[in-house]
T-cell receptor, first 115, second 112 residues
Framework: DAGVTQSPTHLIKTRGQHVTLRCSPI?????VSWYQQVLGQGPQFIFQ???????GRGNFPDRFSARQFPNYSSELNVNALLLGDSALYLC????FGAGDNNEQFFGPGTRLTVL | GEDVEQSLFLSVREGDSSVINCTYT??????LYWYKQEPGAGLQLLTY?????DMKQDQRLTVLLNKKDKHLSLRIADTQTGDSAIYFC????????????FGKGTKLSVKP
């Protein structure tokens, strides 16, 4: 079975542009979470979606938005890019939105560079 | 917010044991996780422990949890060069299982 897949793997944008990142969860998983990992830091939570509804939002500006589709894949959108948005964006999938041991499995990430 | 502390670097010789430590402030967690990240890659779930356990062993990995001191550790026995990576502890301290809070990571270097 394929794991979590993300596209694209690398992306270079300039300040002010918009970007869309995509994630396909493990087959059968209904929840997707997005994380931002800047160099030298641990991942920081951005959003969680479960059954197409937002279940959690981290401390990120409104320039960040996301959605989940009927097939449980997800998109993360970032508007008006800033230099500080340069990071590795990680998608994680899990079976459920919550619960005792809702293990999260991560994709390889999308490396975004903003010039 | 939740504060999760890890030492940034650890260097060991091949064949030795490695111990990676993590301290946290929120005591409401249920499951706690250890992830491994190799250069340029995503995160690999290594193991987890439930908060009513003190220890969990999984092949070369041993997780110890001291709830009183809010201290979590990962011991890797017979450390190999392939274990060189960054190790993160994480817990659902963000309020839901879908919102994991991570430490800054410990970079493990294994010397032959």
């Amino acid at each position: 079975d394929a794991g979590v897949t993300q596209s694209p793997t690398h992306l270079i944008k300039t300040r002010g542009q918009h970007v869309t990142l995509r994630c396909s969860p493990i087959s059968g998983h209904k929840s997707v979470s997005w994380y931002q990992q800047v160099l030298g830091q641990g991942p920081q939570f951005i959003f969680q979606y479960y059954e197409k509804e937002e279940r959690g939002r981290g401390n990120f500006p409104d320039r960040f938005s996301a959605r989940q589709f009927p097939n449980y894949s997800s998109e993360l959108n970032v508007n008006a890019l800033l230099l500080g948005d340069s990071a590795l964006y990680l998608c994680a999938s899990s079976l459920f939105g919550a619960g005792d041991n809702n293990e999260q499995f991560f994709g390889p990430g999308t490396r975004l560079t903003v010039l | 917010g939740e504060d999760v502390e890890q030492s940034l670097f650890l260097s060991v010789r091949e064949g030795d044991s490695s111990v990676i430590n993590c301290t946290y402030t929120d005591s409401s967690s249920t499951y706690l996780y250890w992830y491994k990240q190799e250069p340029g890659a995503g995160l690999q779930l290594l193991t987890y422990i439930f908060s009513n356990m003190d220890m969990k062993q999984d092949q070369r990995l041993t997780v110890l949890l001291n709830k009183k001191d809010k201290h979590l550790s990962l011991r890797i026995a017979d450390t190999q060069t392939g274990d060189s990576a960054i190790y993160f502890c994480a817990g659902p301290w963000g309020g839901s299982q879908g919102n994991l809070i991570f430490g800054k990571g410990t970079k493990l270097s294994v010397k032959p």
